[in-house]
């Protein structure tokens, strides 16, 4: 199955897939959107695209692991990818995952405004393959 995941974020949304197999997940693209609703129809029309079959949405949690205020804004941009898209849809604790994902990068010597454009769709692979551990019971 294809699953699509998407990193919210205020300004960009980092948005990745995996194969059918579930064996790689693979960066797609950064969404340069503030308006939800506009979002919400990229998001899809990516979705479409890619022949998704579910949407994984990262879903920011304290590291207590209570939500913040955060968690609602994701849970709005959820409830209208699950309307729109008609795809199903899950949600994946993404605690720390941008602090990973600027650590990848900078093991490989990503810099200034390249390190910016794909900061955002590398926390959305590190959010599928954590999703995809996840339901095969490795995580």
């Known amino acids: 199955m294809v699953i699509l995941s998407v990193d919210y974020g205020d300004v960009r949304t980092g948005i990745a897939v995996c194969d059918k197999l ?78 990973s994902a600027h650590n990848y990068l900078n093991e490989n010597n990503v810099r200034g405004k390249k390190r910016k454009e794909t900061v955002d769709a590398v926390s959305a692979v590190i959010i599928l393959e954590d999703y995809m551990r996840r339901i095969k019971g490795d995580g």
């Not at 797609?28 to 939800?36: A, L, N, P, Y």
């Not at 990229?42 to 304290?62: D, S």
């Not at 590291?63 to 994701?74: K, L, P, T, V």
């Not at 849970?75 to 605690?95: T, V």
């Open 22 to 99: 579930q064996m790689l997940a693979s960066p797609v693209s950064v969404v340069k959107e503030k308006d939800i609703d506009n979002l919400v129809d990229k998001i899809c029309e990516i979705a479409k695209e890619k022949n998704a079959e579910r949407i994984v949405l990262g879903l920011p949690r304290n590291m207590d692991g209570s939500y913040g205020f955060r968690s609602e804004a994701c849970r709005n941009l959820g409830d209208k990818l699950k309307e729109k898209s008609n795809l199903p849809l899950d949600y994946q604790d993404e605690r720390l995952t941008t602090v």
